[in-house]
Each structure stands twice: as structure tokens, then as C-alpha cells.
């Protein structure tokens, strides 16, 4: 890359110009791995029955490609091997690998969402986006598919709906455990209507009597990001509290490499 990689509070900033995605082996824990992870996993699904054993893509690795692009090596896996992170010393562990959305509004301020209580991180505010998804055999896992999952995570936890082509690669963020995220621009939205769409979903999910933050529609949501808010639509603030919070500094527009 022409720039160096952007470091703040642990986290690395990467401006990719393209992304290319490559399938890798899981690693296999060893039978004292197993039984720690299994023991870890079930005292979590005890003190939290929302979180269940899907399917999930995790980093295996990220590395440049040349110098712009950027490869992410995943793994197919299962949540229940995340809770390695919490077995001293596993060697199994693979960081996560997750996809988010930055939706501007139209005054600058950013829309961001609250975790609920039936997640692994309660009341935490974070991005709209979710877990990555392996795809079905015979199908590829690529930036285009990231895009139309990040368009996904942002419909189902905020109401606002966008096609995948609206979306533009941004960024790509390298936390200090390793965990990836490939974070996507959403053209700016006059905040009423970020308002207007959320109200609507939250009237959605009431009229069809879902228990928020307890959803589980479709498998493979990682433990620890917000299947919900404290009330409807999942990963927003409740009813009432502002969707759109903070100001940014200058316009955001597509990173300059």
C-alpha cells in the first residue's frame, strides 16, 4: 500500500483496493482443547439459552496481495470453537471475521446500534453488521458476497434497505486478538428517514411478535453481536433512544490510497 497502516486503540486500519477471499482448513483441537471448549460453550449456552452452535466463517489469516489488495484466508467452523478464546492457551483458535456497515446520515453523524441483553456484550454500541456466513457448497465466499450480506445485517437490524451496489469496501480493520472486519460505506440518509425506516421495523417485529434479542431466524449469528436492542429492530437502540449518534469530523467519502 502507498500509505502506511492507520493504528488507533489497538485496532489496524487497512484501505484495500481490492479483496479476494480464499478458503483454509479449520484447525483441529486436541481432545483436551475439545473438552475445555465443550465445558466453556456449555456454561455459556447455560447462562445465556439465545446463544446456539451455527455455522460461521472465521479468519484464517490477512495478508496483502501486491501493494493494494488485501487477502483474507477463512475457515469453515462453528461458533462453538470461538469459545476457545476463553481456554488458556488453545492453540485451535481462530479470530473472527465480520462484516459491517458505516451509515452516514445526511448532518455527518453516524447511525450505530446497542447490543442487547441477550448477547455475550451487553449495551455495547457497535456498527450494524453481523458474523460472516459460509456459503452453501459449491458456492463462493467473495467481496461481492460480503457486500450482499453486509446489505443483509444492515435491512435486518435497522430497517434501512439498500442494494448491495450501494455499498462500497471502505475499510478493512484488524483488532489487537486478531479479529477482522470488512467495513462497508452507505451513501448518507437524511436521519429522518433512518427514524422513519427504524420505527417501521420495530412495528414490524411487534406486529409479528418476535422477542428481540432472542431471534434466532437463520443460523450461524455470532455470540457477542447483536442479534437484538433492548427493544426492536435488532441492533438498534430501543424505542426513543437517538439511532443516529455522534459527528463526523469532515465528509465521509471512499479512502485514497
Known amino acids: 500500500m502507498s500509505q502506511p497502516p492507520q493504528h488507533r486503540d489497538g485496532v489496524e486500519f487497512l484501505q484495500p483496493g481490492r479483496l479476494r477471499l480464499v ?53 469453515r467452523t462453528t461458533y462453538r470453537l470461538l ?50 456466513e459460509p456459503p452453501p457448497a459449491g458456492d463462493r465466499l467473495d467481496a461481492a458476497a460480503l457486500t450482499r450480506h453486509a446489505a ?26 486478531g479479529n477482522v472486519g470488512v467495513l462497508f460505506l452507505a451513501p448518507p440518509r437524511p436521519e429522518s428517514l433512518l427514524r422513519e425506516r427504524h420505527a417501521a421495523a420495530v412495528s414490524a417485529e411487534q406486529g409479528a411478535g418476535a422477542r428481540p434479542g432472542t431471534r434466532r431466524d437463520r443460523p450461524g ?14 441492533g438498534l437502540p430501543g424505542a426513543g433512544a437517538p439511532p443516529v449518534r455522534g459527528r463526523a469530523d469532515r465528509p465521509l467519502t471512499q479512502p485514497s490510497r
Not at 100 to 122: C, K
Not at 221 to 234: I, T
Open 152 to 177: 443483509r445485517e444492515l435491512a435486518e437490524e435497522t430497517g434501512v434497505q439498500l442494494a448491495p451496489q450501494e455499498l462500497r469496501l471502505w475499510l478493512v480493520t484488524r483488532g489487537d486478538h
Open 83 to 132: 469459545a476457545l478464546r476463553r481456554v488458556p492457551g488453545a492453540t485451535a483458535l481462530l479470530p473472527s471475521l465480520f462484516v459491517s456497515v458505516l451509515q452516514p446520515s445526511e448532518d455527518r453523524r453516524v447511525l450505530v446500534g446497542r447490543m442487547s441483553p441477550a448477547t455475550s456484550f451487553p449495551g455495547r454500541w457497535q456498527l450494524p453488521g453481523g458474523t460472516v
Open 221 to 234: 449469528r455470532r455470540p457477542g453481536r447483536a442479534a437484538g436492542p433492548r427493544r426492536p429492530p435488532r
Open 23 to 75: 478458503e483454509a482448513p479449520a484447525p483441529r483441537p486436541s481432545p483436551q482443547e475439545r473438552a475445555a471448549m465443550d465445558q466453556v460453550w456449555e456454561e455459556a449456552v447455560r447462562a445465556n439459552p439465545c446463544l446456539f452452535d451455527g455455522p460461521v466463517a472465521a479468519c484464517a489469516g490477512l495478508d496483502r496481495d501486491g501493494p493494494h489488495d488485501l487477502v483474507i484466508a477463512w475457515a
